[in-house]
């Protein structure tokens, strides 16, 4: 159980912030696969204060996703207060987490994001004021450092927890890494010994065992998994059956992959409308068909879908092929 503020948690596994791919639509599959907690991806601040429409959509929550992180990011305090203020009365968010590890030019341009690591007082500054100004639980999202030179965190995580943070996740990689190279899980551990708040780990949870590893090795309390879902919230189930049971469950058949990436596309078409959910879900598409014999084609065709019917009939056809020739296989031994 993994408590934050007074938001109960039911499982460690948390769904990453991801950007361009963490909306409502891929939110609730994944949590309908087991994540404890999901998190929205980060919305400008200034485009929830100017009420940007946009920005707005991005604050949509599907009751079923309860609890919910939902992500702010900005660079300037009265605008950043006032945002949470807004997500804080007019959302049904459980939780106001502060994006402080983006590593995007364009966000640390405007002192945003992985900006932040840099500055261990304008960290407690900040989130002291948002902490303030709001009755749900704020919490981090935060790399370890900017690059190998600048690696202050400790002294960030403690200025959460002095700021009154309810948590932190961290990210075991620097801003200039972005995500090459292996996550750090000596930082990660170091800074769970140096807060008494929770502490969520990020970084290369590729499968349930290295979950588990995670947990074991850092003592974190909830271990966050991002790119290794994508595609695949079947790596969400076994996770978390894999901490509860010790039972790794195996990997869904080609069908069930389809199956799910259809039900997101309709999903996707209901939040959005066709033409925009049929663009979206080409990227998607192709993370579902990941690992599967024989998918270049049908990957390749999927980028020129841009209707639900045509999805549909490629998929269909192309899960029909896979198991017919995989029915024959077996006639053959």
Request: aromatic share 6%; hydrophobic share 40%.
């Amino acid at each position: 159980m993994l408590k934050i503020g007074d938001v109960q948690i039911d499982n460690p596994v948390v769904l990453a912030p991801m950007a361009g791919v963490c909306n409502s639509a891929f939110r609730l599959t994944v949590k309908e696969f087991g994540a404890g907690l999901v998190c929205a991806e980060m919305v400008s601040d200034k485009g929830i204060v100017f009420q940007n429409e946009r920005s707005l959509d991005m604050l949509y929550i599907d009751e079923r996703e309860y609890p919910l992180s939902l992500q702010i990011f900005g660079g300037k305090k009265d605008t950043l207060v006032e945002a949470a203020r807004f997500v804080d009365k007019h959302s049904n968010a459980a939780i106001i987490d502060i994006n402080m590890g983006c590593p995007v030019p364009k966000i640390t341009k405007c002192d945003a994001g992985a900006k932040w690591l840099l500055d261990p007082d304008k960290i407690y500054e900040m989130v002291a004021a948002v902490v303030d100004a709001v009755d749900k639980p704020v919490t981090v999202k935060m790399r370890m450092g900017w690059d190998e030179d600048h690696i202050f965190a400790v002294k960030n995580a403690q200025a959460v927890e002095r700021a009154g943070g309810s948590a932190v996740a961290l990210h075991g990689r620097t801003r200039v890494q972005l995500y090459e190279g292996t996550a750090n899980w000596d930082i990660i551990r170091e800074v769970k010994q140096s807060i008494n708040i929770p502490l969520i780990g990020n970084g290369d949870v590729e499968t349930p065992q290295d979950a588990k590893r995670m947990l074991d090795e850092t003592g974190v309390d909830g271990v966050m998994i991002g790119r290794a879902a994508l595609g695949n919230p079947w790596m969400i189930y076994r996770t978390v059956k894999y901490l509860e049971t010790g039972e790794l469950i195996g990997e869904p058949s080609v069908r069930e992959k389809i199956d799910v990436c259809l039900l997101h596309l309709d999903r996707l078409i209901a939040l959005k409308n066709e033409d925009v959910a049929c663009r979206e879900m080409r990227k998607h598409a192709a993370w579902y068909l990941k690992g599967v014999r024989g998918n270049a084609k049908v990957r390749n065709a999927v980028n020129e879908c841009s209707t639900r019917d045509q999805f549909v009939t490629l998929l269909t056809n192309y899960v029909n092929e896979v198991e017919e020739k995989m029915a024959l296989e077996s006639q053959a031994v």
